[in-house]
Structures are given as C-alpha cells and as structure tokens.
C-alpha cells in the first residue's frame, strides 16, 4: 500500500504537466507519419494486391493459390468494392478482380476480359504485378491450347480419343512449368552504365525511421521525467526519508514504477494511434512490446542513474536531449538500421536504442523468428539489473553524508 500510495503520487505529479506529455506523443507521431509519407515509394519487401474471385471455379481458385505463393505479393482476398475502396484509400497496389466465367473462357482458349484490373495512378510495382499474374493466367491458357492442338491432331487423322486425354495433356503441360518456367525474366538494376545485382531490402527506410523515432521520444520522455528525484535530493526530502523505516526504498521503487507506467502509456498512446488513425502497425506481436518493455526498464536505470550523479535539475534538462539525440543517432533511431554493415552495428549496440531496433527489426522481417529477440532483451535486462542497484547505493550514500 505504501508503493501503491507513492506511485500514484508521484504519477498524479507527472502527468500533471499534461503539455509536455502530449508534445512526447504527438512530435514523434508527427515526425514519424511526415518520414513515412516522404519515403512511400521506395523498395519495399511485399507489394500489397487486392485480388477478388467472382468465378469461384477450381481454375480461379487455384490461381489465387498460386499467386499467394509467390515471392513479393501480399494477397489481400476480398470483394470487388473492398478491392476498388482499397485501391483509392493507397492500401494496396492494385486490385485484380477473377471475372466469372474465368475457367470456361479459359478451357476454350479465350484469354480476353477475363481479369478486370484497377491500378493505383502512382504505382511504381504495378508492371511487375500484372506480369506476374499475366504469367500464371498464361500457363491455365497454354495448358488448354496444347490440349485442343492434340484433340485437333488426332482428330484430322481420325484417331479414336477417350475421355481423359484432354485433362492428360493439359496436365503433362502443366508439368513444364515446375520446378521452373521454361522461359523468365531476369530484373536487374541499372547504376550508371552496367546493370546490377537488386538487393532486396529487409525493412523499408520508413518503417525503421519512424520506429526509431518513437524509441529515442521514449528515452527523451523518460530522462525529462527523472528530475523530481534531483529536487527531493536538493530540497531535503531524501534526507528526511532516510530516518522512515525503509522510506527511502519506497520512494526509489515508487519513482521507478511511476515511470513504467509513464512510459507504458506513451507507448500504448503512440501505438494506438498509429493502429487506429494512420492504419500502421510499426510493433508485430507481443514479442515487439516485450522488447519494448526491456528497453522502457534499460532507459530508466539509465535516468535514475543520472539523476543520481548529477547535481542540479538543470544539468539534466541540459544533458537529457544531447544524451537521447547522441546516442539515438549512434543507435540507429535516424537510419535504417538493417541495410549498415557489421561494424556500424557493433557501435549501436553500445546503446540501448541500437539493441531495441535489433529486436524490434528483427521481428518486422520475420516475426515468427522469436530467437533473435532473446540477446537485445537479455542485454537491456541486464543493463537495468545492473544500474538501478547502483543508482540505489549512490543515492543512499549521498543522503547519509
């Protein structure tokens, strides 16, 4: 209850100013959405198609299972006005909507107005998408015309055919296409005069800006928070607690729960508004919020830890943006941080920014790969472990003398 009562406190106390903690959700909020709309049309992992099935018929139906499958393509199934809305809302690239009738044109050897298609007007990758799914509309049309030619042969040298040799024909056909077309095309990049290996991009530029962003905000809001504990320092208040039985304690661990809730609702407000507003998920998966969490710990052991060794509150004021901006650019919170090479990550990782964006970015490239996050969680943990005993001792020490 003592907790409880000084947490609550305190929290009444810091959330008070209620400016500041709106300036910390919305100048990363805003900065974020401006960085991600300045950098919407670079080179992204997955192009996002809306794709809508009016035949129902097992050609169409296979079809989109052969399109979820390939590498590149996001398939998003839903109806023809979802796939048109989505179209004009820029949430996916185009829209490709399976005509009925799809499979007896198909069968008869007709290709034409069986796909209707709606691009967006600046689509950079709608040439590529509509390759990709002219390609596989051409192997079901290929199919059927070897078959025709092979009943129009045995017909002209009246050759009996029984009932299944279309679908044997058409089958043997198809086998052609596996384990790889008999013709494709090769994409290269050209730099300058002579073309290129194109490097795929893990994360975009945008995505780990804005994530980025939101970490060093975290941090800046944390460090700005942890003053009060230099003005109880000054003013005597520390002093008076040593003489209370384990007030002291209380009061340390009521201002480090303080900032985690703090910081929980910074990160719950940013998150949903991103969620919600501008239709972004920058954190997959409870595992992103874990190693949120671990990092929300790390920076607050290290803002106890200043607040311990500084002597005024203004000291703090003056080093807490050059301490956040420092080590956020060090950390990668400015950068991509998945497109450097090894030695400009060995430096983040002297950062506890460098080893959230690790976690974090290691989860929006696959966020199935729980493993990677184990080390950037274990490290910040232990960061904490480390620094806020520490911050204890000398805080103790220094109200004793």
């Known amino acids: 209850m003592k907790l409880l009562t000084i947490t609550l406190y305190k929290l009444k106390i810091m959330l008070s ?41 097992s050609y169409s139906k296979l ?22 809305q989505m179209v004009k809302n820029n949430k996916v690239e185009a829209a490709f909507i399976v005509r009925k009738g799809f499979e007896d044109k198909i069968r008869k050897g007709d290709d034409k107005e069986i796909i209707d298609i709606i691009n967006a007007p600046l689509s950079f990758s709608f040439g590529y998408v509509s390759e990709v799914v002219a390609g596989e509309v051409m192997r079901f049309t290929a199919n059927s015309i070897a078959a025709q030619r092979v009943l129009g042969q045995y017909d002209r040298l009246d050759i009996p055919v029984n009932a299944g040799l279309s679908e044997e024909v ?17 994409y290269r990049e050209m730099e300058g005069g002579s073309a290129i290996e194109v490097s795929k991009v893990s994360v975009p530029t945008a995505t780990t800006t804005s994530v980025g962003i939101i970490v060093m905000f975290i941090m800046l809001y944390i460090l700005f928070s942890s003053g009060w504990l230099i003005d ?48 972004v998920e920058l954190f997959p998966g409870g595992w992103s919020y874990a190693v949120l969490g671990a990092y929300l710990l790390a920076v607050i052991s290290v803002s106890m830890f200043l607040s311990s060794v500084l002597k005024t509150p203004a000291q703090l004021q003056a080093g807490a943006p050059v301490l956040a901006l420092l080590t956020g650019f060090v950390g990668g919170c400015f950068w991509n941080f998945t497109e ?30 729980i493993s990677a996050v184990y080390l950037p969680m274990g490290v910040l943990i232990l960061m904490s472990l480390i620094l806020l005993p520490v911050s204890y001792i000398i805080i103790k020490v220094q109200v004793r003398m």
């Open 63 to 84: 079809l989109l299972e052969r399109l979820s499958k390939k590498e590149g393509l996001g398939l998003d199934i839903t109806t023809r006005e979802q796939a048109v």
């Open 232 to 279: 109880e320092r000054t003013n005597g208040t520390l002093r008076r607690l040593v003489s209370g039985s384990n007030a002291l304690r209380y009061s340390f661990m009521g201002n480090i729960s303080t900032l985690v809730i703090a910081g929980i609702i910074q990160i719950a407000v940013i998150s949903v508004v991103n969620r919600w507003v501008f239709q």
């Open 340 to 369: 450097v090479s090894e030695q400009i990550k060995q430096l983040a990782r002297f950062t506890p920014q460098g080893w959230a964006l690790e976690g974090i970015n290691s989860l929006i490239i696959n966020s199935e790969n």
């Open 17 to 57: 100013d209620r400016l500041f903690f709106a300036a910390m959700i919305i100048l990363p909020l805003f900065i974020s959405g401006a960085t991600g709309s300045a950098l919407r049309y670079e080179k992204l992992n997955i192009v996002p198609v809306a794709v809508t099935d009016e035949d129902g018929s």
């Open 170 to 186: 058409m089958k043997y056909a198809d086998s052609q296409w596996e384990p790889k077309p008999l013709m494709t095309i090769d």
